[in-house]
């Protein structure tokens, strides 16, 4: 949604200086995140004279933002065509604003606080909700007084339900915060320690918490989590614990080494819940989240279906392999006791009676004395038996003399830094490692020491020879021709952040991608170019507009939808790509159509033509050079219609990769680059010298010598005749190396021979023949296409196209970026 500048300034009750008409979409508190700088309102928060939003209004005006909203005096002169909004407090404004913003809206808002997990039942929620609602939500951890505003910003009407999280560490915050997310449904999760020190007592931290659900119609909380005294809103309340009162009462929880049996009663019926997780932390949180999908009257099989597909969320406790066979628990978020005394939980549940090492970061924000705080975390260790201790920060040496008491073996060291460069003091064998750090102390780096990196299977990127192909083709093109090229599906398996980066320093004039979410990471990774966004969908609405890109139009349908869509927003003038099916028979308007639809875009203001396209369907092969000649001729009398009715001129844009080299006379405005940027060379001409982009690579893992009668793999497929020496490989199917290679079919790059694949290809590793291959050893390197082996050649031998090798490598594949 938008709203006119002095429209905001009266909800802010602003002292207005407007020189120009502005229409607001976007609001800013940090101009690093700008997206389109007119429809841009920058708050300049804070009061402190050596930093604050104030000091960036000159960098904001340079970068074209004209409307502000500020709260100190200060020279406007040099702005003349700028807007100011004078307040008395801008982060007031900015809340006041987001609460006016707010009211609008009708649909259920589910507003969540607490001291743990919030950012988690929030993201579990949208999983388990998302196929039935088209959900608004906080992104990332955005829950203060800054970040809520800006979440409850994005609610729009094709949404049906928010859900948005607060946290607070000072009383009175929540009462700014709670007209803002004004939820319908309130979700307490677990109350902690954490931001103690800013409140008199837990009982006070837990009142100002319940401000955010006065006016809920239900109130989903943990009837054994609340502390005695604790006065509850007068609202309908649904509970879950032990407690024999509670709605869902929770009779058994059974923890086991990868999910968690919870048994439980609920209106009167016995149940059983199963939870993929074994972390307390997690099965509490799961709990809240079937009680809320039970508020909302979902079928428990449905329940249970969808939470057993629920992913883990980054950057809470991972359980990975380590090395020297460890085993590390990563729960590196946050660091406070009670999170502490879970993860020890969860570490002496997996570990079994192994041995147990804690690494631990000092703890930040408990509001309890350091002395008492100490020997608690002694108590902790103590009682789980942990058998070392690493303490991390100067707090923990401050401490020494109480914490040497918490394991039999401790260490001590005043930063991260200093234990990275000493950690090869320790014989980690054979253990199980928790890492529990507060964020700041960038426990991720002490990760990647002790996780086991266990596939060596990468993809190299040659971003030099990508702008080299880039290049190469501009040089085919006119002076006045733009290039478009085609990022989407993960830059054809190359990462599309990364290769758009390239191509935005090379002077590529658009993008392109196949999907929203597609460009919005782009957009977040600062990618600046034009962005079209050629399969929309309506529950994307929002976020193109958000992000500013350009969706693809191809039917009346969707015209339609986005034309009411723009209409509710108040926009006009949104740029559109239209798409004429030309006999490819995909997408796109037919050509007969193109006078409807011309008279249609004129007599509606909400769409501005940037650009009129279709796709031939054969450019590369000459035997159907007359039928995209034909292709041509439909597409030049249908935007030659259009642009009559329009009166204005646009982009036309009809040559591929193949059609850049084999048809020049479709170059027109504009061309679309897509496989050839990669390095393959569709059109089979010599018109261009392209060099190769994406090297795949693997290592050998373990060689084996076979004997007349041996078997090679899977249905024994492969059958011995003769004394062979075989390589196993560190990829599979489940890398986008094709079981369709298997048998002899494929071939494989090792010490300048070619190895044929032998037996069948597993999902992790492949088998090659290396008899005739000399000085093989384990650990070697061995390409699977690149420079010795096109990948041309392998879609040959899978009977498909280079597009479906190159787009199918999977993201497990490390990719790793060249710049020579």
């Not at 290592?699 to 793999?713: C, E, F, N, Y």
Request: overall charge neutral; some cysteine; charged content about 15%.
């Amino acid at each position: 949604m938008s709203y006119p500048i002095d429209q905001i300034a009266k909800i802010i009750n602003a002292a207005a200086s407007i020189h120009t008409t502005a229409t607001i979409r976007y609001l800013l508190t940090d101009t690093r995140l700008m997206i389109d700088a007119e429809a841009s309102l920058f708050f300049a928060l804070g009061n402190n004279p050596r930093r604050n939003g104030h000091q960036f209004i000159a960098a904001a005006y340079k970068s074209g933002i004209r409307n502000f909203v500020v709260s100190q005096q200060f020279d406007a002169s040099p702005y003349a065509d700028a807007n100011f909004l004078k307040v008395s407090n801008t982060l007031l404004a900015l809340q006041q604003l987001a609460a006016f913003h707010r009211r609008k809206f009708h649909y259920p808002v589910i507003g969540i606080t607490g001291s743990n997990g919030k950012t988690i039942v929030k993201e579990w929620l949208n999983q388990l909700l998302q196929n039935n609602f088209n959900i608004v939500r906080s992104p990332r951890s955005y829950n203060s007084q800054i970040g809520v505003p800006l979440s409850v910003w994005h609610m729009a009407p094709q949404h049906q339900l928010g859900i948005f999280e607060a946290g607070i560490s000072l009383p009175g915050e929540m009462q700014h915060l709670q007209p803002i997310i004004a939820p319908t449904i309130g979700i307490l999760t677990s109350i902690g320690d954490a931001h103690n020190e800013g409140f008199a007592s837990i009982q006070e931290k837990v009142k100002e918490k319940l401000i955010l659900f006065q006016q809920v119609e239900c109130f989903i909380y943990c009837v054994d989590d609340l502390p005695e005294g604790t006065i509850l809103p007068k609202v309908p309340l649904f509970s879950w614990g032990n407690d024999s009162n509670a709605t869902l009462k929770i009779v058994h929880l059974s923890f086991q080494t990868k999910q968690t049996l919870v048994d439980y009663v609920y209106n009167g019926s016995e149940g059983k819940l199963v939870v993929p997780f074994s972390d307390k932390a997690s099965v509490y949180n799961v709990i809240t989240c079937f009680c809320c999908m039970l508020y909302f009257k979902f079928n428990v099989a449905i329940i249970q279906e969808r939470i057993l597909q629920l992913q883990p969320i980054e950057m809470r406790m991972q359980l990975k392999k380590g090395i020297q066979d460890c085993t590390i628990i990563n729960d590196s978020y946050s660091n406070d006791i009670d999170s502490l005394a879970i993860a020890l939980d969860y570490l002496q549940q997996q570990a079994a009676g192994s041995k147990t090492t804690v690494i631990l970061s000092d703890f930040l924000q408990t509001g309890l004395p350091t002395e008492t705080l100490y020997q608690k975390v002694v108590h902790l260790l103590q009682q789980k038996k942990i058998n070392r201790c690493i303490a991390i920060g100067e707090n923990g040496m401050a401490n020494r003399k109480i914490l040497e008491q918490a394991a039999p073996e401790t260490f001590f060291f005043f930063d991260t830094y200093q234990f990275l460069n000493e950690w090869f003091r320790f014989s980690f064998h054979a253990e199980f490692i928790l890492l529990k750090g507060a964020r700041k102390y960038a426990f991720e780096q002490i990760a990647v020491l002790l996780e086991q990196q266990v596939h060596q299977t990468i993809l190299e990127v040659n971003l030099t020879a990508l702008a080299h192909n880039l290049r190469a083709y501009q040089q085919l093109l006119a002076p006045n021709t733009k290039t478009m090229a085609m990022v989407k599906a993960f830059g054809y398996g190359s990462g599309s952040v990364e290769v758009a980066k390239v191509l935005q320093f090379y002077g590529t004039d658009y993008l392109a991608v196949a999907y929203i979410d597609e460009g919005v990471t782009l957009r977040k990774a600062g990618i600046a170019l034009p962005i079209m966004v050629m399969n929309v969908e309506e529950n994307g609405f929002n976020a193109m507009i958000e992000h500013g890109l350009e969706p693809e139009i191809f039917s009346f349908q969707l015209y339609n939808s986005f034309h009411r869509f723009l209409l509710e927003q108040g926009i006009e003038k949104f740029p559109v790509h239209i798409k004429v099916d030309t006999g490819m028979h995909r997408l796109g308007f037919e050509v007969s159509e193109a006078e409807k639809l011309g008279h249609l875009l004129l007599t509606t203001n909400t769409m501005w033509v940037k650009s009129v396209f279709t796709h031939l369907a054969s450019a590369e092969n000459p035997a159907h050079d007359a039928f995209s000649q034909w292709q041509h001729q439909q597409f030049l009398y249908f935007s030659n219609t259009i642009e009559n009715i329009l009166k204005y001129k646009f982009i036309r844009h009809i040559a591929n990769s193949a059609a850049i080299i084999r048809h020049p006379g479709m170059h027109h405005e504009m061309v679309r680059l897509g496989i050839g940027l990669y390095g393959v060379n569709s059109s089979n001409t010599q018109g261009v010298f392209l060099q190769t982009v994406a090297v795949l690579k693997t290592t050998i893992a373990q060689i084996k010598h076979l004997r007349p009668g041996d078997s090679v793999g899977y249905n024994r497929s492969a059958i011995v005749d003769t004394p062979i020496v075989i390589a196993t490989i560190r990829i599979g199917y489940a890398d986008g190396f094709s079981k369709r290679l298997s048998n002899g079919v494929g071939f494989v790059y090792i010490n300048g021979y070619r190895a044929p694949v032998i037996g069948s290809v597993c999902m992790d590793m492949t088998m090659v023949n290396i008899t005739n291959i000399p000085n093989v050893e384990e650990g070697d390197s061995v390409e699977i296409f690149g420079l010795h082996i096109g990948v041309e050649e392998v879609a040959k031998w899978c009977a498909t196209i280079p597009y479906e090798i190159l787009t199918g490598i999977s993201q497990r594949v490390k990719r790793v970026y060249l710049n020579e």
